[in-house]
């Protein structure tokens, strides 16, 4: 796949999109009348990522099997429920391209709408295309919107914030506060690791009651995480069983003494079996409550959404995406 610069990325997105609708009436002709197109909303950051590579090749495998797209760039994730709610009645499908955090930022409006979702891997990490098992590649992911197969897949909300991955209070907060989003774009995981590397030098245990069927539980920790599907932060597992449509949240929280030895974890936390570990509280329920003595910041999905205290709550197979067949 050859790649070029978008430049400006609106002006350029709407040229594309004028010239793909032009293209796609003069190919289909007659047979616009003969065969109902599924109309596409292909939504687009310019500025991810990934979103600087040519989306001509995607468009162009949209169009090969049949899609009708419209391309609406945006440039902030507000944007993106706005376009969805404004533009849902001119749609049979939503193609969100971007991260993990761009992907949830469309969850509600999607969910609102009943319109199913395709996902153009453009962020960091992508961990829902990654436990979706949707392709990195763009013209391959594009042929799995092509494909059709849907998947009914859980919902997460915190305070009424959607997510898919992972909603924490502790490390991950002050890592997405702390890094700077040229160096995430420049460096990817590598940037990641370098602001990593310093929140974990600085970081100090907090106080928090964790609550779930009634029960509750005053902990000292330094991180408490709810996951909804199955990998986060570029790969690691929520929990070794946990899936996408199982219905339920897991939970765990960094119970440790001494933060040096979270290093020896780190493999656990690969292949989601740190719950074997002392120091790590596990739980598995369908709604959390956490409260904190002071608040304290909510990261969903890379995105600083709300703050403590805070109600977790999963929504079960709320939204269809696109994704292959097992």
């Known amino acids: 796949m050859r790649h070029c610069p978008l430049g400006d990325g609106t002006n350029v997105a709407i040229r594309l999109s004028n010239s793909y609708l032009r293209n796609s009436e003069q190919a289909q002709g007659t047979n616009v009348s003969k065969v109902k197109t599924r109309r596409a909303l292909f939504l687009i950051n310019p500025k991810a990522r990934r979103g600087q590579e040519s989306v001509r090749p995607v468009l162009d495998r949209l169009k090969a099997g049949g899609l009708s797209v419209t391309v609406e760039p945006f440039e902030a994730l507000p944007e993106i429920a ?57 013209v391959e992911a594009a042929g799995v919107i092509v494909a059709g197969h849907q998947q009914s ?58 609550t779930e069927k009634g029960e509750a539980s005053q902990v000292s920790t330094y991180q408490i995480a709810v996951g ?14 946990a899936r996408i449509d199982d219905g339920q949240l897991d939970l765990y929280s960094l119970e440790m003494k001494n933060l040096w030895k979270l290093a020896l974890m780190l493999r656990s936390f690969r292949s989601g079996k740190h719950g074997a570990w002392s120091e790590v509280r596990t739980a598995r329920c369908v709604e959390f409550d956490v409260e904190t003595e002071k608040p304290l910041p909510v990261n969903a999905d890379g995105e600083i959404v709300t703050s403590t205290p805070a109600h977790f709550k999963v929504h079960p197979q709320a939204i269809s995406v696109f994704a292959p067949q097992a």
């Open 153 to 210: 897949i859980d919902v997460g909300t915190v305070n009424g914030h959607a997510f898919f991955n992972v909603a924490s209070i502790g490390l991950s907060t002050k890592l997405a506060q702390g890094l700077d989003p040229a160096l995430k774009k420049r460096f990817g995981r590598v940037g990641y690791a370098l602001a990593a590397g310093k929140v974990l030098t600085r970081a100090k245990p907090f106080s928090a009651r964790i």
């Open 228 to 241: 909804n599907g199955r990998h986060y932060g570029g790969g690691n597992v929520v929990e070794e069983s």
């Open 82 to 138: 706005r376009d969805i709610v404004r533009l849902r009645n001119e749609a049979d499908l939503v193609v969100v391209c971007g991260g993990d955090g761009s992907v949830s930022s469309a969850a509600m409006a999607v969910l609102e709408s009943g319109l199913p979702m395709g996902i153009m891997p453009m962020g960091t990490a992508n961990d829902l295309a990654r436990t979706l098992h949707i392709p990195m590649d763009l």
